[in-house]
Nanobody, 126 residues
Framework: QVQLVESGGGLVQAGGSLRLSCAAS????????MGWFRQAPGKEREFVAAISWSGRNIYYADSVKERFTISRANAKNTVYLQMASLKPEDTAIYYC???????????????????WGQGTQVTVSS
């Protein structure tokens, strides 16, 4: 069973930065594509960023391009989301997610992801 644990959320002022981390266990990490989604109050969960197991293929939602950076350290079984120039509309619960072992290609489609973390709250004040 794959387990994902997010950390690094918190309260930040608009224009500030945060780095989220996601520690993966129970997965052949080198074979799992990973991603981040978020859900704001009253809204559906939406795609944020995704990275292939090799790190060569990366996708971002238009709303976060050039502000957020996804990366991974396979040796540490960890994926990161560096968030900069944060805006109040970035306020949401951020979820780390992983495709099954062997599914190494990144995707923006929520249904392609099998494993989910518990989420970490990010609040951006204006």
């Amino acid at each position: 069973q794959v387990q994902l644990v997010e950390s690094g959320g918190g309260l930040v002022q608009a224009g500030g930065s945060l780095r989220l981390s996601c520690a993966a266990s129970g997965c052949t990490f080198s074979g799992c594509a990973m991603g981040w989604f978020r859900q704001a109050p009253g809204k559906e969960r939406e795609f944020v960023a995704a990275i292939s197991w090799s790190g060569r293929n990366i996708y971002y939602a238009d709303s976060v391009k050039e502000r957020f950076t996804i990366s991974r350290a396979n040796a540490k079984n960890t994926v990161y989301l560096q968030m900069a120039s944060l805006k109040p509309e970035d306020t949401a619960i951020y979820y780390c997610t992983a495709r099954p072992p062997g599914r190494s290609q990144a995707t923006t489609q929520q249904y392609e992801y099998t494993y989910w973390g518990q989420g970490t709250q990010v609040t951006v004040s204006s």
